[in-house]
């Protein structure tokens, strides 16, 4: 059993390093957005999209103090590669070189090839910045033994939150979920024993999603993440806190002094920057906008048997600009605007849907502005499921 628990933590430990360098390739792919260091360029008359010129971020890392020199900043963004975060934009090389060569991240052009690995690991997020943006928050400081552990939770606790706020149908949903989530190095009990039951047992978070990584961090063959120093859940450099907040294009690094933000791109539309699920603006007050609804519907009306509404799945991968739509509503929340020349137009979200799940994240019962929060906390390409009323 010994031999069992040790091969299964060694295991997790594992993926959780590769999880901490997926997190710090998305901050960085984030800030350099922000940097406009992504950008789209020319080449030869060829358009290529989203893409990054490596001897341009070689030296921005270096400006930044991500990187001593050179060197380490190669090795950094080599890791990268190695992790297929990155590639170069025709896959001609294999390694990332300090020149003139264009890469692009595969979460900008859509290869980053969907995984049981990466759907637990995106699902995780969610949930913990579900958890973690409520005042009532199960995650707690708790004591066991002489260590005091941070994020801690109770295996009964975590299934009553899971379907209480319908993340999962059920309890055994939900024990498979944590399951997963420990067996990828996310969560782990703290006394040792390498599995998850609905009991009082005390489990942790061990990767704490918010906090800012240091990129250097990435190059640690240890585990660096384990109990980063003074580390804080509510760190005012967390990128996915601030992704709701401010401009994409205008995040502020730490070192720099006098931050500038530049001005919101428009989408060419008569609605413009007014959509709130964009990579750039927070949700607009309820009251900006009159309802779409003809009358208000009760979640009790939308899930009844028979209700006049058909169920769809819709994918959108979100452009330069967002998604281009609009929710309102305090649960169930319904779709309030769509822009025509939008990807969400073009992936069929039309006004009066009502939004049955975000990326595999149950939201009937959630307000307009968590389900926001759960949006741009995600990845580029939205899973949205909704309930769209037969005319």
């Not at 430990?13 to 922000?34: P, S, T, W, Y």
């Not at 299934?159 to 979920?177: A, M, Q, S």
């Not at 979100?318 to 998604?323: K, R």
Request: with cysteine; hydrophobic share 35%.
């Amino acid at each position: 059993m010994e031999l069992l628990s040790s091969s299964f933590e060694e295991r997790a430990e594992k993926r959780q390093k590769e999880i901490e360098v997926c997190l710090a390739g998305e901050q960085l792919r984030q800030r350099l957005h922000n940097a406009k260091q992504i950008r789209n360029l020319v080449v030869n008359r060829f358009t290529y999209p989203c893409s990054l010129v490596a001897k341009d971020v070689v030296t921005w890392l270096i400006k930044f103090k991500e990187a001593p020199d050179r060197e380490t900043a190669i090795n950094i963004m080599q890791k990268f590669m190695e992790h297929n975060i990155i590639h170069h934009v025709c896959d001609q090389h294999s390694t990332f070189k300090d020149a003139k060569l264009l890469y692009r991240f595969r979460n900008d052009d859509g290869t980053l090839l969907p995984t049981t690995e990466t759907r637990i690991m995106n699902r995780s997020q969610q949930i913990y910045e579900m958890m973690t943006s409520k005042e009532d928050s199960i995650l707690k400081v708790r004591e066991e033994g002489s260590k005091r552990y941070r994020r801690t939770f109770l295996g009964s606790q975590m299934l009553d939150w899971l379907t209480k706020h319908f993340v999962v149908p059920g309890r055994l949903d939900g024990e498979t979920l944590c399951r997963g989530m420990l067996e990828q190095g996310i969560i782990q009990p703290v006394n040792g024993h390498y599995h998850f039951s609905d009991s009082d047992r005390v489990y942790q978070f061990r990767i704490n999603f918010r906090r800012r990584r240091k990129l250097i961090e990435v190059l640690d063959e240890s585990n660096p993440w384990l109990e980063p120093m003074q580390e804080s859940p509510d760190s005012p450099f967390c990128l996915r806190k601030l992704g709701a907040e401010l401009p994409q294009c205008g995040f502020v690094c730490a070192s720099d002094p006098n931050p500038e933000p530049p001005p919101l791109p428009k989408r060419p539309s008569t609605m413009g920057s007014e959509f709130c699920y964009s990579l750039y603006s927070p949700p607009k007050p309820v009251a900006s906008l009159p309802s779409v609804l003809k009358k208000p519907v009760t979640l009790e009306e939308l899930l009844a048997p028979g209700a006049p509404y058909i169920r769809k799945t819709l994918s959108i991968d979100a452009d330069a600009l967002g998604w281009g739509f609009i929710a309102r509503g305090t649960g169930p929340c319904h779709i309030q605007a769509v822009d025509a020349r939008s990807p969400a137009a073009a992936a069929g979200v039309k006004i009066r849907q009502f939004i049955l799940s975000v990326n595999e994240i149950n939201c009937l019962e959630l307000e307009y502005c968590v389900i926001h929060k759960l949006i741009v906390s995600g990845p580029q390409k939205l899973i949205l499921e909704v309930l769209e009323p037969i005319d």
